[in-house]
């Protein structure tokens, strides 16, 4: 059973940066995609990043942009998601989610990790 568990999470201060890890675990990866969504209250789900675990290839929401970096560690299996010149909009719980490389859904979710910037 594939499990997701994200941590990393706080609380920043306007400006500040911070970096969440998804921890993967329950299978092979090897032909999967990993991704970080957020969703603040109130708000719809977004989608931040993602990364093909086998390969380079990334992907940003265009807002994301220049202050998200995703990255992995394969022989950890943890993916990484680096904030930096964080917003109080940026605060929303914050997801790891991963799919089958071929498949269209984000099939597989973490629990969240809440991430507050103050201003």
């Known amino acids: 059973q594939v499990e997701l568990v994200e941590s990393g999470g706080g609380l920043v201060q306007t400006g500040g940066s911070l970096r969440l890890s998804c921890v993967a675990s329950?299978?092979?990866?090897?032909?999967?995609?990993m991704a970080w969504f957020r969703q603040a209250p109130g708000k719809a789900r977004e989608f931040v990043a993602s990364i093909l675990w086998r390969g380079r290839e990334e992907k940003y929401g265009l807002s994301m942009l220049g202050r998200f970096t995703i990255s992995k560690n394969e022989d950890q299996n943890t993916v990484y998601l680096e904030a930096h010149t964080l917003k109080p909009e940026d605060t929303a719980v914050y997801y790891c989610?991963?799919?089958?490389?071929?498949?269209?859904?984000?099939?597989?979710w973490g629990q969240g990790t809440q991430v507050t910037v103050s201003s």
């Open positions: 329950g299978r092979t990866f090897n032909n999967y995609a």
């Open positions: 989610a991963a799919k089958d490389r071929g498949g269209i859904d984000w099939a597989y």
